[in-house]
């Protein structure tokens, strides 16, 4: 039942806040409102869930003084989901265009964690390497990707991070297994080959998280510094296949194809022991 119910996405501490034992009760912000009442239509007793963006759910009423009436204790949610494993991180370098709808579609994929990424042969809005010059929409960016949670109904938010040099980024330690996509390299393996030979199924209730991080580079590409900077920090170079793809085809190719592994093997895992 709970999974026909509109979802809104409300912050762990804001919901701790809640008052009242046996229903707490949710203060909403007028954005919340709006969205509830003119979007949604919604009006006072309609239902709708509520996430915490950490694996949790619960069901509530909507009450008539900008309120939501939470119809489980906090402490008792009526759906709790564990975090997927192995952890999928996405790093990309800013595209001329689309960056905002593969944050949208990536988050939507199943990714856990984005990573902008400023390349010294990007070309952000048409334009060279602009670290330094702009700011960047970062709420905007992380907005886009709470509404894309909402609208998919996942239980888990992904962390987007600040834009960051992609020459350091890449020079640091990746997070777990770390894949850098890159075109124009003689015997690279394919990403699906590498994930079906190379990598060990994580069993869901695991409890070593283990992370893949993939690492998509500009549509001018990497530059020498920063595929040589990767590869000394351990990142293993891939192909996505022969096609030139754009950064943003790229990234969602490549996602859709991490998120598909991770779905199959979870369902290959064995079962735990009783």
């Not at 989901?81 to 949208?104: N, T, Y």
């Amino acid at each position: 039942m709970a999974r026909e119910l509109r979802r809104l996405l409300i912050s762990l501490e804001r919901l701790r806040a809640a008052q009242g034992q046996g229903q707490p009760r949710l203060a909403i912000t007028d954005g919340e409102a709006h969205y509830l009442r003119r979007v949604l239509r919604l009006g006072r007793g309609d239902a709708v869930a509520v996430v915490d963006g950490q694996g949790q759910l619960w069901s509530a009423e909507l009450a008539g003084d900008g309120e939501l009436l939470l119809q489980q204790p906090l402490a008792a949610p009526l759906q709790q989901q564990p975090a997927a494993q192995p952890r999928l991180v996405l790093a990309m370098a800013l595209p001329r265009r689309d960056g905002e709808l593969v944050w949208r579609m990536a988050t939507e994929i199943g990714v856990d964690a984005l990573q902008p990424l400023v390349a010294e042969f990007a070309q952000v809005g048409g334009q060279g390497p602009t670290e330094g010059r702009q700011a960047w929409p970062l709420e905007r960016w992380r907005t886009i990707v709470r509404e894309a949670t909402e609208q998919c109904e996942r239980l888990w938010l992904p962390q987007l991070e600040p834009p960051c040099n992609a020459l350091e980024w890449l020079g640091g330690t990746p997070q777990g297994l770390g894949l850098i996509a890159t075109t124009r390299q003689a015997d690279l393996p394919l990403l699906e080959a590498l994930l079906a030979h190379e990598v060990q199924p994580v069993p869901v209730d695991s409890a070593s998280p283990h992370t893949i991080s993939l690492a998509i580079g500009p549509e001018g590409g990497w530059s020498e510094r920063e595929m040589a900077a990767a590869q000394a920090a351990g990142w293993r170079a891939v192909s996505l296949g022969e096609a030139i793809l754009r950064t943003s085809t790229a990234a969602i190719a490549a996602v859709s194809r991490l998120a598909a592994w991770r779905q199959l093997s979870c369902a290959s895992c064995p079962s735990p022991s009783p």
